[in-house]
Structures are given as structure tokens and as C-alpha cells.
């Protein structure tokens, strides 16, 4: 029987996909571990077929799906994204339960990684005394504010503006924390922080030379929260992991497109899995592209799409796909960005800060202009801006609305100032250290070594279930 490690992931595109590469990384470092990845499956959706989605896959990978969870006892009015956390992963404690009894049966279970989002499960990981690792997908910086908000106070400062001191973290408002005036949101990241901070390790989807001063503050146990009591969990920095969904083919034809543009000459604009945009909003970005005057790729979603998907000509100003026909392309909805930001002629990216979408940007050295819609996206704006010096930030209004004004002026800067050049400069620079992260000797590479090697020395567990 081989060593097993249970990856549980959140459902969503970004979570998932970093976990399932994640289990690949282990594999080809150590292929004497087997992965069993545990898929849970939202109401009213039928089960992801694994092929499809991840494609060919080393048979040492087993895909698990959790039946979906009955619903939660209580209905809570929270963020969509929030919500996931209640009615898939605390209702699904018991389908937990039920597959690791399964699995410990067929192999030699060693260690459970929990997504961060999944941190309810610790009650029964616990319980059962498996040793329990947390995989933090946005980053380490990210990761500082995450572990130190229970030392935040839990309502605004009266000064909004005035600056948050978080250790190994750049200067940030309140106004810039994940919805910082919901309390209820509050309670939730104190819990996940405190929740982390008694775990076995913390796994991170990043590497020391992008942020340092963030993964030293981690190591040092500077942001832990106030009183805890056990010594900080240790640190796995082992990205950048990119992960490039198979069979994305490019039925749009973005890359055709590309392949007849001038080196590092388009801008791409895409935002996310789910980032939407109002008619209004829309409107504005399409006469900001225009007087950037640089050729671009915008991938356009709009709010509306979920009733009844409009066509691009009703959402974009008149003759607008006319007259940018020669220097733009529009598509809806999804592109291949990954493979979009490796091509040639692609030389900078306006995008939402999610993680994935940045390190796919440094990876490529593709310097970047920031606008963060949702999630922990502010936070690495920060990052991005203040701390590796590979972005330029647009201003927004206080609702969000960015006028065409400020974006067409950004957008021209990062692809012709001398600004811009420097900023293509650092992130090429950390394409190079990316490499070199991942290498035998590197940090990374290094890191997931230690983890690894800390998994083969645990007992082999005898699991006792009690009742859930
Ligand atoms: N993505 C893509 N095409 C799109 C939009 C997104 O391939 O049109 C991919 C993107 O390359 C990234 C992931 O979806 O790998 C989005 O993850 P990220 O963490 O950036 O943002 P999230 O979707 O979690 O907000």
C-alpha cells in the first residue's frame, strides 16, 4: 500500500485547479506518495467528470467525489463565495468522514491538506488525530493579513484612510481588508486564522523571491494572532504552480489573432472566473481602450449575462468593433489566459489581482495594471504595486467605477513610459527567479523537500472512526 495524501479542495475554478496541481508537483517530486483528491459537489450541479476538467492524469491520483451535502441548518445571508463555506464544507463533515474511512482502508493514510476556505473540517481531522495541512492559494502576503485579523478590530477605524500596520505586509487602508465592514466576514477570517495557526504546516502557492518580507514575517510567527499558544505551523512556499487546464482549446481564436500582432504590443484584459462588469462600466472601458490607442484583448462579461446573454454590439459604444477592428479583439466570456499571457505579443495585462492570474503574469513577464473587483484582490494590488514594483494601480471612485479617462491613461503608460519599462524590467527579472524557485536547489523546490520528507516520517494512522 502506498502513502496516501487526501488534497481537499473548495469548489471554484481557482481552488481547485492549484489543488489538482498541487497533487501533480508531489507526485513528480516524491511518485512514491498516491493523491486522493476529494471533489465536493455543490446542490443542483451534476459531479465534474475529472478527465474532462484536468484531462490525462497519473494514475497515482484518484479523484473522489463528496455527495453533495444536505443543506445547512441555518440559511445564512452572506457573499455567494462565502456561503460555499456553509453549505458545502460544515454539511459535508460527515461525507468527510465517510471517505477517509475509505481510503484508510486501501492505503496508508499520512496527512489531509485542507483548502484554507475548508477549515471546518479541522473538527473532525482533528477528532481523528490526522495530521492536518492548510494550502493557502493567494499568496503570502495575503496569508499575513489572513492569520493576523483577529488582532484587527472588528469594526472600520473611524478613519478609513488611516493606515493598517500588518506585518510583513506594505501599508494598507481598512477600506482595502475583504469586506471589512461585515462583522460577520470578520468572525469568519479570525476563525480561519486562528483555525491555521494550530495546524501541522501551511502550504503556499509562492515563491520566497516575490515575497520575501511576507513569508519571513510567517516564519517568524509575526502575524499569528494574539495569544496563541502553540509555536507558528511551518511554512511551504512551493510555487509558483500554474495550472494550465488541458484541452482549453482556443475556439475564439485569440491565439490566431495574436500570432499576427507586433511582439509585446497587446494588452489583455480579463478578469478572473467571475469578474462582471455593468453596462455602464463596460461602456467605459471600451472609449478608455480607444484612447490608449494600443492594441488590445478583452475578455467581456457583463452583470446582465446571467439572465440573458447580450450581444457584444448591444453592450459596447456604436461602431466601437468597427473601428478597433484593426488593433483589438473582443471575446465573451472565457479565454485561454494562461497560454494568452505566454504568447509573444502580449506585453501587459489589465487584471482583477487574483492569484493565479498574477503569478501566470510573472511567470511570463507580463508587467500589469491592477483592478481588483472582489475576494482578497485588494490586498494584492498592494502587493503587486508596493512591494514588487510590477504594476501600476488604477484609481477607482468609492463604488468601484473606473472612468475611461484614468484607464486609457494607465494602460498607455504601462506600454509606453519609461515607467512602464521598469516595470517590465522587475518582472522579467522574477520570470527568471520563478525558474530557478522550482529547480532542484531552489527555494521551492527545496521547501517541498522538507514537506515531503516531514510526511514520510509520520505514522502510518490507525484511523478509530467515532460517530459524526
Ligand atoms: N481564466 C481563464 N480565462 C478567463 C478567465 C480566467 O483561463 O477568461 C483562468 C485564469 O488563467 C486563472 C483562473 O482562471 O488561472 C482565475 O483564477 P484567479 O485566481 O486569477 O481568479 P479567480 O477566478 O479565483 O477570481
Known sequence: MKDNIVLYPLIGRGHLFSMVELGKLILTHDPSFSITILIPTPPNTTPISPTTFFGSHSSSITFHHLPTAPPPATVTALPPHLRLIFELTHPNNHNLHQALRSISKSSHLKAIVLDFLNYTATQLTTALHIPTFFYFTP??????????????????????????????????????????????????????????????????????????????????????????????????????????????????????????????????????????????????IAIGLEKSEQRFLWVVRSRSDSENEERLEEL??????????????????????????????????????????????????????????????????????????????????????????????????????EKGKELRQRVLSMKVSAVEAKREGGSSYAALSRLTQLWKKKNHLILHFPDT
Open 139 to 284: 499568496g503570502a502576503s495575503a496569508l499575513t493579513c489572513m492569520l493576523y485579523s483577529p488582532n484587527l478590530p472588528p469594526t472600520p477605524p473611524n478613519d478609513e484612510h488611516e493606515p493598517l500596520r500588518i506585518p510583513g505586509f506594505p501599508l494598507i487602508s481598512a477600506k482595502d481588508l475583504p469586506n471589512y465592514h461585515s462583522l460577520q466576514h470578520h468572525a469568519i477570517f479570525s476563525d480561519v486564522g486562528l483555525t491555521m495557526s494550530e495546524c501541522d504546516g501551511i502550504i503556499v502557492n509562492t515563491f520566497e523571491a516575490i515575497e520575501g518580507r511576507a513569508v519571513k514575517a510567517l516564519e517568524e510567527g509575526l502575524c499569528f494572532p494574539e495569544g496563541a499558544t502553540t509555536p507558528p505551523p511551518p511554512l511551504f512556499c512551493i510555487g509558483p504552480l500554474i495550472s494550465v487546464p488541458s484541452g482549453e482549446n482556443d475556439e475564439n481564436g485569440c491565439l490566431r489573432w495574436l500570432d499576427s500582432q507586433p511582439s509585446q504590443s497587446v494588452v489583455l484584459l480579463c478578469f478572473g472566473s467571475d469578474g462582471r462588469f455593468s453596462k455602464t462600466q463596460l461602456k467605459e
Open 316 to 417: 459596447l459604444p456604436e461602431g466601437f468593433l468597427e473601428r478597433t477592428k484593426e488593433k483589438g479583439m473582443v471575446v465573451r466570456n472565457w479565454a485561454p489566459q494562461a497560454a494568452i499571457l505566454s504568447h509573444e505579443s502580449v506585453g501587459g495585462f489589465v487584471t482583477h489581482c487574483g492569484w493565479n492570474s498574477v503569478l501566470e503574469a510573472v511567470c511570463e513577464g507580463v508587467p500589469m495594471v491592477t483592478w481588483p473587483l472582489y475576494a482578497e484582490q485588494k490586498l494584492n494590488r498592494a502587493v503587486l504595486v508596493k512591494e514588487m514594483k510590477v504594476a501600476l494601480a488604477l484609481k477607482e471612485s468609492e463604488d468601484g467605477f473606473v472612468s475611461a479617462i484614468e484607464l486609457g491613461e494607465r494602460i498607455k503608460e504601462l506600454m509606453e513610459s
